[in-house]
């Protein structure tokens, strides 16, 4: 059964440094999402993507964070300077369509220091 | 304010009884998903429901629109069923994100 993966599971990082998470989505899914989930507190969306385009950011989703599509299969997340509240698991998530069923990966673990 | 509430947050079983968690939100939704996370953390869709009922295996999911409550059923509980359960909605509001519950933590003992 195809299913979302992400790289890497775990990374640890200085503050002030940059990383890319990544993420393969299902391969005949066209809506993508970052969504967040800090220790203890409840999963929070960061951004909806579709058509080479960002369709929808929250708050959190600062000018630090931004997000590609760059070769058809990979979907990635970049936090240009991390800080300490970066720390957090993220999970990538992807859906048919627009308001379909969404399917996401195991996530990654960021932990900056 | 678009919120979502689950209850109970904790909930501890004997294995073989019979489970409800439940979930409430503040305005209209055009999707309600139910999750289960497990401890490693990874995210599983259980279901997507906007009227009615579902059921997969022992899992049932019920949702009503105008009351804006749903519930998770798990039928002769097991230890394996033991994990977070999380409601998610995805509000009228021309918007495609999932607004989380907090989730229900539930320990199934033997």
């Known amino acids: 059964e195809p299913e979302v993966t992400q790289t890497p599971s775990h990374q640890v990082t200085q503050m002030g440094q940059e990383v890319i998470l990544r993420c393969v989505p299902i391969?005949?899914?066209?809506?993508f999402y970052w969504y967040r989930q800090i220790l203890g507190q409840k999963v929070e969306f960061l951004v909806s993507f579709y058509n080479n385009e960002i369709s929808e950011k929250s708050e959190i989703f600062d000018d630090q964070f931004s997000v590609e599509r760059p070769d058809g299969s990979n979907f990635t997340l970049k936090i240009r300077s991390t800080k300490l509240e970066d720390s957090a698991m993220y999970f990538c998530?992807?859906?048919?369509?627009?308001?379909?069923?969404?399917?996401f990966g195991p996530g990654t673990r960021l932990t900056v220091l | 304010k678009n919120e979502v509430e689950q209850s109970p947050q904790n909930l501890t079983a004997q294995e073989g009884e019979f489970i409800t968690i439940n979930c409430s939100y503040s305005v209209g939704i055009s999707a309600l998903h139910w999750l289960q996370q497990h401890p490693g953390g990874g995210i599983v869709s259980l279901f997507m429901l906007s009227s009615g009922k579902k059921k997969h295996g022992r899992l049932i999911a019920t949702i009503n629109i105008q009351e804006k409550h749903s519930s998770l059923h798990i039928t002769a509980s097991h230890p394996r069923d033991s994990a977070v359960y999380i409601c998610?909605?995805?509000?009228?509001?021309?918007?495609?994100?999932?607004?989380f519950g907090t989730g229900t933590r539930l320990q199934v003992f033997p």
């Open positions: 998610a909605v995805r509000f009228k509001d021309n918007t495609d994100k999932l607004i």
């Open positions: 391969s005949n899914h066209l809506y």
């Open positions: 998530a992807s859906g048919r369509g627009r308001g379909n069923e969404q399917f």
